[in-house]
T-cell receptor
Framework: AQSVSQHNHHVILSEAASLELGCNYS??????LFWYVQYPGQHLQLLLK??????LVKGIKGFEAEFIKSKFSFNLRKPSVQWSDTAEYFC????????????FGDGTTLTVKP | DTAVSQTPKYLVTQMGNDKSIKCEQN?????MYWYKQDSKKFLKIMFS???????INETVPNRFSPKSPDKAHLNLHINSLELGDSAVYFC??????????????FGAGSRLTVL
């Protein structure tokens, strides 16, 4: 079974600081990788995804993530965070099958101070 | 129009009661899910249905019974509620087949509090 590890449980940054959230997974086969975001009081929504091809993927709101297969990692980055990025961030992995299930990491709480 | 809608949004009930949460999606997706988010925000899949057929059933007490009358609906019934059932329950859906397979669209969540 696959598992996902997010290294940072709570990150506090000032506006304009750069962000990198770590995500590592364990699964031997081909995977689809995702970052979801949950803004305060809202439901989870997709931030970005990797299926295949270019390992550097860009998502909404200036976020990007890089898939490094040799490291089983899919770290999330943003060059300059804003107060509105305050949210819970979840990394997820799904085996590359049509009926696969997404396994989520424990989540990282990002607090951006104005 | 809400893509994945759940009702109720909040549910407060006593131990031992039976309750249901309903979910509907208007995206035309074939697969629907129930996820449980505990107080530490950890998300864990409970069930998955593909076109009304149960395909994923994680280690969940049999007090939890999902029902899918059609591929647009997936309801969750919980019998004999316990304190540990307090959580936020998220319904989600996804298409099958590339390129969107396994991309989850979530509902707003149903916060269940068992007293």
């Amino acid at each position: 079974a696959q598992s996902v590890s997010q290294h940072n449980h709570h990150v506090i940054l000032s506006e304009a600081a750069s962000l990198e959230l770590g995500c590592n997974y364990s699964y031997g086969g081909t995977v689809n990788l995702f970052w979801y975001v949950q803004y305060p009081g809202q439901h989870l929504q997709l931030l970005l995804k990797y299926f295949s091809g270019d390992p550097l993927v860009k998502g909404i709101k200036g976020f990007e993530a890089e898939f490094i297969k040799s490291k089983f990692s899919f770290n999330l980055r943003k060059p300059s965070v804003q107060w509105s990025d305050t949210a819970e961030y979840f990394c997820a992995v799904n085996p590359n099958t049509n009926a696969g299930k997404s396994t989520f990491g424990d989540g990282t709480t990002l607090t951006v101070k104005p | 129009d809400t893509a994945v809608s759940q009702t109720p949004k909040y549910l407060v009930t006593q131990m031992g009661n039976d309750k249901s949460i309903k979910c509907e999606q208007n995206l035309g997706h074939d697969t629907m899910y129930w996820y449980k988010q505990d107080s530490k925000k950890f998300l864990k899949i409970m069930f998955s249905y593909n076109n009304k057929e149960l395909i994923i059933n994680e280690t969940v007490p049999n007090r939890f019974s999902p029902k899918s009358p059609d591929k647009a609906h997936l309801n969750l019934h919980i019998n004999s509620l316990e304190l540990g059932d307090s959580a936020v329950y998220f319904c989600a859906s996804s298409p099958i087949g590339s390129p969107g397979a396994n991309v989850l669209t979530f509902g707003a969540g149903s916060r269940l509090t068992v007293l």
